[in-house]
């Protein structure tokens, strides 16, 4: 069965002014699970996830901790005082509490103005593309002349150590993008879906206020239901079948051929699938730079982490046309195709 491409909208007047990644010092390597699952095992996943190191907070150190030290290194980078903020958006599926919202705490964490417009959206893989979206069309309607979008996760503290499908895979990672009015003819292209149907296949079962452990789903047996949970076969046949589509009507929306983007950032699922979306999707390899090997999958931060690790240099020295693609839980996708730099500050720093 095949998916609707999704919403397509477009957003003129707002620009991407900085961007900074902020990555927990600790630094896991493969040699670090062989004494547990052992290192054959171990080396047969890899095969497929291609993660080398990753990046894993300690027990006290959430997401928001990560988006504050970004945030703070962004405002000094670009000069922008506290008080120029607007809107300030959090983006994540690990904030620090059920409730208050983790952007409220970040609003005063950053010394943010109270006039500041700050709410939290629970998105994983497609919530980067999703936020730019938002944060624009905020600039666009006059509703924000400055916005910053705190997009991250610390998939590390849900994954069940025990599961190699998982704890080999997640890094974690908090980013902080500024958003800012923009030449008015400049404009960036969404599309935004999502299926609900494939929900249950990339899930944390028990923990909220539905408790989906107590549905008999055979796939949960012998599964500790408050960690995350991947039907992995399941999200590998989503991916190849909405993904490479989803490239090509995003030129063909955005009016830029594929040909004619500098770059395509996919959200950072999996190295092998990452490769064959790029095989299918008939992208030149040196237009799809991958940093999961040194980062693993990190939700909803893995596209701007791309961003400032791999294109960094290229963004802040010219303009580039890039092509942004997540995809994931949810299930949920997004993209964009928006033309970005240069900026004056594309960095990643270490918590």
Same mark, same amino acid.
Request: net charge negative.
């Given at each position: 069965?095949?998916?609707?491409?999704?919403?397509?909208?477009?957003?003129?007047?707002?620009?991407?002014?900085? +961007?900074?990644?902020?990555?927990?010092?600790?630094?896991?390597?493969?040699?670090?699970?062989?004494?547990?699952?052992?290192?054959?095992?171990?080396?047969?996943?890899?095969?497929?996830?291609?993660?080398?190191?990753?990046?894993?907070?300690?027990?006290?150190?959430?997401?928001?901790?990560?988006?504050?030290?970004?945030?703070?290194?962004?405002?000094?980078?670009?000069?922008?005082?506290?008080?120029?903020?607007?809107?300030?958006?959090? +983006?994540?599926?690990?904030?620090?509490?059920?409730?208050?919202?983790?952007?409220?705490?970040?609003?005063?964490?950053?010394?943010?103005?109270?006039?500041?417009?700050?709410?939290?959206?629970?998105?994983?893989?497609?919530?980067?593309?999703?936020?730019?979206?938002?944060?624009?069309?905020?600039?666009?309607?006059?509703?924000?002349?400055? +916005?910053?979008?705190?997009?991250?996760?610390?998939?590390?503290?849900? +994954?069940?150590?025990?599961?190699?499908?998982?704890?080999?895979?997640?890094?974690?990672?908090?980013?902080?993008?500024?958003?800012?009015?923009?030449?008015?003819?400049?404009?960036?292209?969404?599309?935004?879906?999502?299926?609900?149907?494939?929900?249950?296949?990339?899930?944390?079962?028990?923990?909220?206020?539905?408790?989906?452990?107590?549905?008999?789903?055979?796939?949960?047996?012998?599964?500790?239901?408050?960690?995350?949970?991947?039907?992995?076969?399941?999200?590998?046949?989503?991916?190849?079948?909405?993904?490479?589509?989803?490239?090509?009507?995003?030129?063909?929306?955005?009016?830029?051929?594929?040909?004619?983007?500098?770059?395509?950032?996919?959200?950072?699922?999996?190295?092998?699938?990452?490769?064959?979306?790029?095989?299918?999707?008939?992208?030149?390899?040196?237009?799809?730079?991958?940093?999961?090997?040194?980062?693993?999958?990190?939700?909803?931060?893995?596209?701007?982490?791309?961003?400032?690790?791999?294109?960094?240099?290229?963004?802040?020295?010219?303009?580039?046309?890039?092509?942004?693609? @997540?995809?994931?839980?949810?299930?949920?996708?997004?993209?964009?195709?928006?033309?970005? @730099?240069?900026?004056?500050?594309?960095?990643?720093?270490?918590?």
């Amino acid at each position: 069965m095949s998916l609707p491409i999704g919403r397509e909208t477009a957003v003129s007047g707002a620009r991407i002014a900085g +961007v900074v990644s902020c990555v927990p010092s600790r630094q896991l390597t493969n040699a670090h699970f062989g004494e547990m699952f052992g290192q054959d095992k171990v080396d047969d996943v890899i095969k497929m996830i291609g993660v080398q190191t990753r990046r894993w907070t300690d027990a006290t150190t959430t997401t928001r901790d990560l988006c504050r030290n970004a945030g703070l290194h962004l405002l000094a980078g670009l000069g922008w005082e506290a008080d120029s903020v607007d809107a300030l958006i959090f +983006v994540s599926q690990t904030p620090d509490f059920r409730l208050p919202a983790t952007a409220c705490a970040l609003q005063a964490d950053l010394g943010i103005s109270p006039n500041c417009i700050a709410f939290d959206i629970n998105l994983g893989c497609s919530g980067y593309p999703y936020a730019l979206w938002l944060g624009m069309t905020m600039v666009q309607t006059g509703a924000a002349r400055r +916005v910053l979008l705190a997009v991250g996760d610390t998939i590390s503290k849900i +994954v069940d150590p025990s599961d190699r499908a998982t704890a080999l895979l997640f890094g974690d990672a908090g980013t902080v993008t500024a958003i800012e009015a923009g030449e008015a003819d400049e404009r960036a292209h969404f599309i935004l879906g999502s299926d609900g149907r494939g929900a249950t296949n990339l899930i944390v079962p028990k923990g909220g206020f539905k408790d989906y452990s107590l549905s008999n789903d055979p796939r949960l047996a012998d599964k500790d239901a408050a960690c995350l949970y991947m039907d992995g076969g399941q999200i590998f046949n989503f991916t190849l079948r909405s993904v490479p589509p989803l490239v090509a009507r995003t030129a063909e929306y955005a009016g830029t051929p594929i040909e004619e983007h500098d770059y395509f950032l996919f959200h950072q699922a999996n190295l092998f699938m990452l490769k064959h979306l790029a095989k299918k999707a008939k992208l030149a390899p040196e237009k799809t730079p991958f940093n999961i090997d040194q980062y693993g999958n990190t939700s909803c931060a893995s596209i701007p982490l791309l961003m400032t690790t791999s294109i960094a240099e290229q963004l802040k020295t010219r303009r580039c046309k890039l092509g942004l693609i @997540g995809f994931g839980v949810g299930y949920s996708w997004a993209s964009a195709s928006l033309s970005v @730099g240069p900026l004056a500050v594309a960095e990643t720093i270490e918590q």
